[in-house]
């Protein structure tokens, strides 16, 4: 599971843009299949996620199922996940 790891690092360095689905939204974050990829090989932390829209409105998260698109700001070694913040 190393080289896979390794290799989606390399496919998908800090910066990059990534397409995927959402696969289970939790309190603290989305989990992600990127296009091509594993199950839950990225994930999004709800704590840094805008919560409210400029107008005072409630911002929705995604929900299971959705596609989403995020930018690639680390990569979690321990969990062998794309951190992501989503556009």
Do not use: C, N, Y
Not at 45 to 54: E, F, I, L
Request: proline content about 6%; overall charge negative; cysteine-free.
């Amino acid at each position: 599971m190393r080289d896979a790891w390794t290799a989606l690092k390399q496919e998908f360095p800090f910066g990059s843009e990534v397409t995927g689905t959402v696969d289970r939204v939790a309190p603290f974050g989305i989990f992600i299949s990127i296009d091509g990829g594993r199950p839950g090989s990225a994930f999004a932390d709800v704590a840094g996620m805008h919560h409210g829209g400029t107008d005072g409105s409630l911002v929705m998260w995604p929900e299971v199922g959705d596609p989403v698109t995020g930018v690639v700001v680390d990569h979690t070694d321990g969990h062998e996940q794309l951190k992501l913040h989503l556009r």
